[in-house]
């Protein structure tokens, strides 16, 4: 009976060892073949310059710098980014409803590559502010976008209490101790991004998602394959 007993516990062990394993698979797609069949059969998996449909909008991508919280150039391209077809759209509606207040977006980074995130998790492996790479990010998804408001008269950002990548929990988007002119700022950019459809990450207050309501896959194309993937 023991002996019984104990090999159902290390087949339950082995099952649950199995099952982990497996929610860890995802698909990662690398071939600028893949995306362009996945485009031909629904436009709305399109991968979009932002600035195609939001010339307006004003970009700073921090990991195409050494700025940001690594110190290091994580990809080549300073000039454009992308998302998901329907996210890119949103963000033209964000654009166009700030604007009519003198206000617009600056955006800090949106689609990131797979291979990003694996070196991002090897300097920080804590999923409140890296995204684990066994499951991919919105990012790779081309569908995460991080952003703040900047005055359009004077090109400055809007006080938003700390900078962008601050793993500080002043960061979060429930810090009150803050100045009230900067819970505004905050207010401000997350309402326009929410009345859009986007979703605010907790811990970061530049972060926002789109839905992944169509099971996007893990992107680990460069920006020069999504380029020339443009139609």
Known sequence: M???I???ILLLIALSCFLKTSAQVISVLKKRKDLLQMQ???SDYRMIEIHQLSPTVVYELRYAT???FTSRQLYKTGTNTYLRLPAAHAISRVQQALEAKGYGLKIFDAYRPYRVTKKMWDLIHDERYVADPSKGSGHNRGLAVD?????????KE???GTGFDNFTDSAHQDFKNLPPDVLQNRELLKQTMKLYGFTPLETEWW???????KNYDVLDLSFKQLQLSAY
Not at 207 to 213: K, L, R
């Open 2 to 4: 023991t002996l019984k």
């Open 207 to 213: 972060h926002y998602s789109w839905p992944n309501d």
């Open 158 to 160: 809007l006080n938003m």
């Open 66 to 68: 050494t700025h940001n």
């Open 147 to 155: 952003v703040t408001i900047i005055d359009l008269q004077t090109g």
């Open 40 to 42: 031909m059969k629904d």
């Open 6 to 8: 104990s090999t159902v």
